[in-house]
């Protein structure tokens, strides 16, 4: 926000979204960006160098999402905190500029441009068990020590980030969940859900369930859900009816017709492991990547975990899940490859094997 500031020369009441268009603009074209963009007609695109570039408008630029998630959501934190949110309105200037048709606009061109110039979009880092246990660690610990309608929204997210991880969805799917098609195993063995959503609506509804793991794990979905349920009981929240992970509004009220939205959830993802130290380009996805690996690591076969994460085919499952011996043919000899696959660390191994395409030559991608 002071770079914004000392660039356009206004104060922060002052922004209006054009202002930072143009600040955006200016960081794209500053050689402040690490990702080669080549100009759509460069013959040399889809690699990572300028080299033989003859094409000056071939350079360095931010990718469409860093941009969105390194500028321009630190500038929507900056705008919130002076009390400049909502939607924008370009007549009056109020609201938050980041909000505005424009810059969303900017945002989608670029998207549109990178991908005709064939820049990947990086994968979601994977969400590691090791670090899903210390956000439910701390967020125990965060839900423990706040009270009011702040407690009551840590304790849904927490919910709903245990749910994903555990059920492998995305989790923007957690807020489609129907509270009324939950059922409970037999002494409270578990939880199963029968839910349908966005796209899984087409097809039949999908049940899936999980086992209660109080003891084995460190934290247990099923818990974690009853422990929220319970607290939203209590500010008179109903769950015969509805949804098990409703949006709320500030005063802690049920929002109803909206349903919380991937982009919301990235928000508060990416301040909740920010809040804890632990994040790392995060994002809704790493769920479902996670959840993947964590699966596939304790033993279920590709065919369970593939329709829990609810994956159309075996090579969704292979790109989510690359990196384990579960998706290499049995006879495949680790040793003589040179690599240990019962101490190999899973984040590491995904990412070396994630570097053995079958036909690159030198850096040159696919
Ligand atoms: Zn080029
Ligand atoms: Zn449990």
């Known amino acids: 926000m002071k770079a914004l500031k000392e660039y356009s020369g206004k104060q922060i009441y002052d922004l209006d979204d054009q202002d930072v268009l143009d600040y955006l603009l200016f960081k794209d074209s500053n050689k402040s960006g690490r990702t080669v963009v080549h100009f759509k007609a460069c013959p040399f695109i889809g690699t990572a160098s300028l080299e033989n570039c003859s094409d000056t408008r071939c350079s360095l630029r931010h990718t469409a999402n860093s941009m969105r998630i390194g ?96 059920a492998i969805k995305r989790l923007a799917g957690a807020g489609h969940v129907l509270s009324a098609n939950t059922i409970r195993m037999p002494n409270d063995k578990g939880l199963v859900f029968n839910c349908t959503w966005d796209k899984t609506l087409r097809m039949d509804s999908h049940c899936f369930g999980f086992f209660c793991m109080l003891g084995t794990e460190e934290w247990c979905a099923h818990c974690i859900i009853d422990e929220w349920v319970t607290l939203a009981k209590s ?81 969704t499952a292979q790109h989510y899940a690359k990196g384990l011996r579960h998706l290499f043919p049995t006879n495949f000899h680790w040793k003589e490859a040179g690599i240990d696959i019962e101490t190999s660390d899973v984040k590491e191994l995904a990412k070396q094997m994630h570097s053995w395409k079958a036909f690159s030559n030198e850096n040159i991608p696919l």
């Open 71 to 166: 500028i321009v959501l630190k500038l929507r934190k900056a705008f919130e905190e002076v009390g400049r949110r909502g939607p924008y309105e370009p007549s009056t200037t109020l609201g938050d500029p980041t909000k505005s048709v424009l810059i969303q606009e900017y945002i989608t061109y670029k998207q549109l441009e990178q991908g005709l110039s064939g820049v990947k979009k990086r994968e979601a880092p994977t969400m590691s068990r090791e670090k899903m246990n210390k956000l439910m660690r701390n967020m125990k610990l965060h839900v423990r020590g706040s009270r009011g309608i702040i407690k009551l929204r840590l304790a849904e997210r927490r919910a709903m980030y245990a749910f994903c991880f555990t």
């Open 235 to 315: 500010f008179g929240i109903t769950f015969n009816a509805g949804l098990l992970f409703p949006r709320l509004e500030y005063n802690g009220t049920v929002k109803l017709g909206k349903r919380w939205r991937a982009n919301d959830i990235t928000d508060s993802l990416v301040r909740d492991l920010k809040r804890y130290f632990l994040y790392e380009e995060e994002t809704p996805h790493s769920f479902r990547h996670g959840g993947t690996v964590d699966s596939l690591r304790k033993g279920a076969s590709l065919e369970t975990t593939m329709y829990l994460a609810y994956m159309k085919s075996k090579s």
